[in-house]
């Protein structure tokens, strides 16, 4: 399978901060996917991106779409609490999922 | 709705023992996966399948056999399971976009 390299492997929030994390390939992708998991459940689509350049929101999350379609953004603004999880990039071709290792935020004490 | 439900949610196996991990879905999608989570990995595909009676190989194969025999069932099996197969195994559904079921969780000792 293709390798998604994710960055930061974990962050610390605190409450109200803005957090960025991203993603980027060697290989081009038709779809880039973000999703969160919880402890204990299965990944849950955050944003779905089809087109380099698109830039989509989904209340405080902002995702991109790269122009090369090697690349994809997230960011959360004024995160929450419960904004605390494992936030992965997923890129889709051929109906085949690559995902990125996870990038890991939790609460600063 | 149920989505893409999975059972069971836990399993203890010793070395050498068989199992089948049985997943459903309810949105009528041609596309079925099954994926495996190690820590700091990512998820990574076994197998897959694009419709009624078809399955294909993914990136981690080794070890696994699936089937696919109605439209909203596919089915994990281990034919002789080892501890290098302790993990998290997702099953998903969908095509471009998937949707994640929640889990197995899965120990061989």
């Known amino acids: 399978g293709q390798q998604l390299n994710q960055s930061p492997q974990s962050m610390f929030i605190q409450e109200g901060e803005d957090v960025s994390m991203n993603c980027t390939s060697s290989?081009?992708?038709?779809?880039w996917l973000w999703y969160k998991q919880d402890p204990g459940e299965g990944p849950v689509l955050l944003i779905a991106?089809?087109?380099?350049?698109e830039l989509t929101s989904n209340g405080r999350l902002t995702a991109q779409f790269g122009i090369t379609r090697k690349d994809s953004f997230l960011n959360i603004s004024a995160s929450i609490p419960s904004d605390v999880g494992i936030y992965f990039c997923?890129?889709?071709?051929?109906?085949?999922?690559?995902f990125g290792a996870g990038t890991t935020v939790t609460v600063r004490a | 709705n149920a989505g893409v439900t999975q059972t069971p949610k836990f399993r203890v196996l010793k070395t050498g023992q068989s199992m089948t991990l049985l997943c459903a879905q309810d949105?009528?999608?041609?596309?079925m996966y099954w994926y495996r989570q190690d820590p700091g990995m990512g998820l990574r595909l076994i197998h897959y399948?694009?419709?009624?009676?078809?399955?294909a190989k993914g990136e981690v194969p080794d070890g696994y056999n699936v089937s696919r025999l109605k439209k909203q069932n596919f089915l994990l099996g281990l034919e002789s399971a080892a501890p290098s197969q302790t993990s998290v195994y997702f099953c998903?559904?969908?095509?471009?976009?998937?949707?994640f079921g929640a889990g197995t969780r899965l120990s061989v000792l």
């Open positions: 991106l089809y087109k380099a350049g």
């Open positions: 290989s081009i992708f038709n779809t």
């Open positions: 998903a559904s969908g095509g471009v976009i998937q949707y």
């Open positions: 399948s694009v419709g009624e009676g078809t399955t």
């Open positions: 997923a890129g889709q071709g051929d109906y085949k999922l690559s």
């Open positions: 949105m009528n999608h041609e596309y």
